[in-house]
């Protein structure tokens, strides 16, 4: 599985983005896709995840800003990011995992490397 993430950039505050994520590979809707973020000096944090259902998930920073979504035609994963916020500023990843797998354990095994977004006036 390959996973390759486009569309950051340099955004204002208030501003908006939309990532991609171009998937690979043996890879189809049986697995489970999310994003991450990393900012330097802190830890990776998980934004936003969809199953194999569709049903997603947000971290409570990002709550009502972004939404995630996903072409299962095209295996593309999207991250629209609306009301950006200079605390949103980061590198941010793909990710992918059989959904029998993620369901239980949380974990995702396939990763990107990445697309920077930077929210600044």
């Known amino acids: 599985v390959q996973l390759v993430e486009s569309g950051g950039g340099l955004v204002q505050p208030g501003g908006s983005l939309r990532l991609s994520c171009a998937a690979s590979g043996d890879i189809d809707s049986t697995y489970c896709m999310g994003w991450a973020r990393q900012a330097p000096g802190k830890e990776r944090e998980g934004v936003a995840s969809?199953?194999?259902?569709?049903?997603?998930s947000y971290a409570d920073s990002v709550k009502g800003r972004f939404t995630i979504s996903r072409d299962n035609a095209k295996n593309i994963l999207y991250l629209q990011m609306n009301s950006l916020k200079p605390e949103d500023t980061a590198m941010y990843h793909c990710?992918?995992?059989?959904?029998?797998?993620?369901?239980?354990?949380?974990?995702?095994?396939?990763w990107g490397q990445g697309t920077q977004v930077t929210v600044s006036s």
């Open positions: 990710a992918a995992e059989l959904c029998s797998w993620w369901h239980v354990r949380q974990e995702y095994n396939y």
């Open positions: 969809i199953d194999e259902d569709g049903s997603t």
